[in-house]
């Protein structure tokens, strides 16, 4: 029995969202709330026939409107809809059957675009502590690595199944002005109560994302409501996804090599996130011994289950093992698509391997180097002081790395045998210099294809550079932002692919696999 609760300005959007909702409740029972905000009476004849019940909620605002709805809500359950919401058949229904599953908490939905690329796949929280769309933009709502149910930090507001009590113990924070609501609420929900949240990936429905926020001019997120959402996450994250302690169901063994190897980092992240966990430690109480990787796996313990992590196959060296480990343990963990397919071409059942990919630390992340070459003399003309300015200014050197060819300049050393190579090494060439006859470097670095940013001294003006006015530091630092943005916009379209693949990804995919599969 469900409320099913939606604040709405736009006929057509209501219209759309209605007539799809008997085919995606299925045999839940449901009413409609609808917060109606349009400068025009409720269109109440055009769903006579439905379970509708308009409220007069004014002025707009999300959080506002959805709590005093859920006041109202008959339901013990509420479901809060976007209205520009389309459902797919059983959308509802199957999303309810996972909200009704052991320690379940909130429940969304998997959203996509009208032309069926990936909206919502669940809420993470990225390196620079900001939340972002897993998988936004990147593929099919059908897409393999999004086909499973998953427990994930946030869901958005779009479509989000809670309890009524549970909600109206907290409530959206009304402080936000347009957006964000969703992710401090369930960053609180998850404080507040333990309890999971799962994105449902065959709870599916077309999401016209944004539809009447860009009718009203709200693209944007407001400074306000941005605060807002950066003080719940840095309270709720020291790292990527740090999970919640809601698994002492689980009592892991990990076996695996010795400290110091990249296969015991594996086993760390885990064991590090659970209450009860041991690595390499004799454990009589685990209900589950992990095996990273299979090599390790000598004979099956008295009791738990048996997992075995499966890297690459190698005909040549512990082929036989590899196959027999895969058959005899209860379940495989693939690193890769590639792992996958050779198990199962070894006759194991797609029910038995789950491919959790381990990614990079969150330290690694996109950085613009400027390499500085040459030396300093008196009188300051090569520019040194400059250098200076820009290292001492967090604004500038935030993804920004300065390196020179002697320490002369203050700052980090880069030694090459060959120069050539400490060109071909930085992104760009900075050329500090007030005077010059030249200069050299910047034209061995424009020999081996690498741009400088530069005054317009010497011969620096008939060839190609980016200039900044000789000597003024705000216009180089106004240069050296503007090449660093540029830079790191095209190198973030690459590290976005690793946003979601890292140690905390990596241990929590291993936590929930493991708590299915007991609960199994």
Not at 196 to 221: G, P, S, W
Not at 232 to 251: A, E, G, T
Not at 273 to 295: C, Q, S, T, W
Not at 350 to 376: E, H, Q
Request: hydrophobic share 40%; aromatic share 12%.
């Amino acid at each position: 029995m469900i409320s099913i609760l939606t604040i709405s300005r736009n006929v057509d959007n209501l219209k759309c969202l209605v007539d799809s909702l008997p085919a995606a409740a299925g045999d839940v029972e449901y009413e409609l709330l609808i917060s109606w905000n349009g400068e025009q009476s409720p269109p109440v004849e055009l769903f006579e026939s439905c379970d509708v019940k308009f409220h007069l909620l004014k002025p707009y605002s999300f959080s506002k409107n959805n709590n005093r709805l859920a006041q109202l809500a008959a339901y013990p359950n509420l479901l809060f809809i976007n209205d520009d919401i389309k459902f797919d058949r059983n959308c509802i229904k199957n999303a309810w059957d996972v909200f009704c599953s052991d320690n379940v908490g909130l429940v969304g939905a998997n959203l996509r675009y009208p032309d069926g690329t990936i909206q919502h796949a669940g809420i993470f929280i990225n390196n620079k502590s900001y939340p972002f769309h897993f998988m936004k933009h990147q593929g099919s709502h059908n897409d393999p690595r999004i086909s499973f149910d998953m427990d994930v930090p946030i869901v958005t507001g779009a479509f989000m199944l809670v309890d009524k009590k549970e909600f109206l113990h907290i409530l959206f924070d009304e402080r936000c002005e347009v957006a964000a609501q969703d992710v401090i609420f369930c960053l609180n929900y998850r404080e507040k109560f333990q309890k999971k949240v799962v994105y449902c990936h065959n709870a599916t429905a077309i999401h016209y994302e944004n539809k009447t926020r860009k009718l009203f001019d709200q693209r944007l997120t407001p400074p306000n409501d941005v605060a807002l959402m950066s003080e719940v996450i840095d309270r709720s994250f020291s790292s990527n996804m740090k999970p919640l302690k809601n698994y002492n169901n689980v009592r892991l063994r990990v076996v695996t090599e010795k400290p110091g190897w990249i296969m015991y980092r594996k086993g760390e992240e885990i064991v590090k996130r659970l209450e009860n966990a041991k690595i390499n430690e004799d454990y009589d109480d685990a209900n589950v011994h992990y095996y990273i990787n299979y090599g390790y796996f000598r004979s099956r313990p008295k009791s738990g289950l048996v997992v075995a992590n499966f890297t690459h196959y190698d005909e040549s060296k512990l082929a036989d093992k590899w196959v027999s480990v895969a058959h005899e343990v209860d379940h495989c963990v693939a690193v890769s698509e590639e792992a996958a397919s050779n198990l199962r071409r070894f006759g194991i059942k797609d029910d038995k391997i789950t491919v959790i990919k381990v990614g990079a630390d969150s330290s690694f992340k996109p950085k613009m180097v400027l390499g500085v070459v040459g030396r300093v003399y008196e009188g300051g003309r090569k520019g040194e002081g400059l250098v200076r300015q820009l290292t001492n200014d967090t604004e500038v050197m935030e993804g920004l790395k300065i390196f020179a060819t002697n320490d002369s300049w203050g700052v980090p050393v880069w030694k090459f045998n060959d120069l050539s190579d400490f060109y071909l090494a930085v992104d760009y060439l900075l050329v500090p210099a007030l005077i010059e006859g030249g200069p050299v470097p910047f034209m061995e670095a424009l020999a081996s294809g690498t741009l400088a940013i530069a005054p317009p001294i010497g011969v620096i003006p008939e060839f190609p550079h980016i200039e900044y006015k000789t000597g003024d530091y705000a216009s180089l630092k106004k240069a050296v932002i503007q090449t660093r943005d540029n830079f790191l916009n095209h190198k973030n379209r690459l590290s976005q692919y690793m946003q979601h693949h890292n140690w905390s990804t990596w241990a929590n995919q291993h936590i929930a696999l493991f708590d299915r599969l007991l609960k199994k």
